[in-house]
């Protein structure tokens, strides 16, 4: 079967750090990726998706950036963090047909 | 991507049955509907979807109207589980597959 992992779970980070975020799927070959994130009391908004190794489409223009260095690896980063940069982030894989299986998530304060 | 209406909460007795409605009146043809929910500090979950006829799992059903233009999510016997946001979203089905724009969604509470 397949599974998604994100880490770290939480993350509290200071202003103008850097961010590194974590998705790996297991069970599947060439995968596409998304980012969600979610900021407080708001829906969900897609970052970035990726369709294979080194192809990164973003759909909101923002001071994070994305990455996908292996088949079943996508990371999220950022060199300086703002306090707007808090939020829920999400990965996801399509398996088939527009149906998403989500990671558990990782919660960032940025401070 | 047709745009979707949906009331932004609901109340439902558990062991009822939960009717979740939304409306999409510019969806074309080759558009299909699905259906996710967020349960509370929680990534979304596939619910069901549908292109024109109706659709039944262990989850849910789906009810679609015949002119396409309006949809309904019925949960047969709502548990207090199933307290979370609802989102209906209408996208393209294989082309482009995945990248699904989430709204507001209906926050769905389920009382004893």
């Known amino acids: 079967s397949q599974t998604i992992h994100q880490w770290p779970a939480t993350l509290v980070q200071p202003v103008g750090s850097p961010l590194s975020l974590e998705c790996t799927v297991e069970g599947t070959s060439n995968p596409n990726l998304y980012w969600y994130r979610q900021a407080a009391g708001r829906g969900l908004q897609l970052l970035f998706y990726?369709?294979?190794?080194?192809?990164i489409s973003s759909e909101v223009p923002q001071n994070l950036s994305a990455s996908r260095p292996q088949d079943r690896q996508f990371i999220l980063s950022s060199k300086k963090l703002l306090l707007s940069d808090s939020g829920f982030y999400l990965c996801?894989?399509?398996?088939?047909?527009?149906?998403?299986?989500f990671g558990p998530g990782t919660r960032l304060t940025v401070t | 991507d047709a745009k979707t209406t949906q009331p932004p909460s609901m109340d439902c007795a558990e062991g009822r049955a939960a009717n979740l409605p939304c409306n999409h009146s510019t969806i074309s043809g080759n558009e299909y509907v699905y259906w996710y929910r967020q349960i509370h500090s929680q990534g979304p979950q596939y619910i069901i979807h549908g292109l024109k006829n109706n659709e039944t799992n262990e989850m849910a059903s789906l009810i679609i109207t015949e002119d396409r233009k309006s949809s309904t999510l019925i949960l047969p016997h709502a548990t207090l589980r199933d307290t979370a946001v609802y989102y209906c979203?209408?996208?393209?089905?294989?082309?482009?597959?995945?990248?699904?724009?989430f709204g507001a969604g209906t926050q769905v509470v389920v009382t004893p």
């Open positions: 990726s369709v294979g190794i080194g192809q």
């Open positions: 996801a894989w399509a398996f088939t047909h527009g149906i998403l299986s």
């Open positions: 979203i209408v996208r393209l089905g294989p082309i482009s597959w995945g990248k699904l724009q």
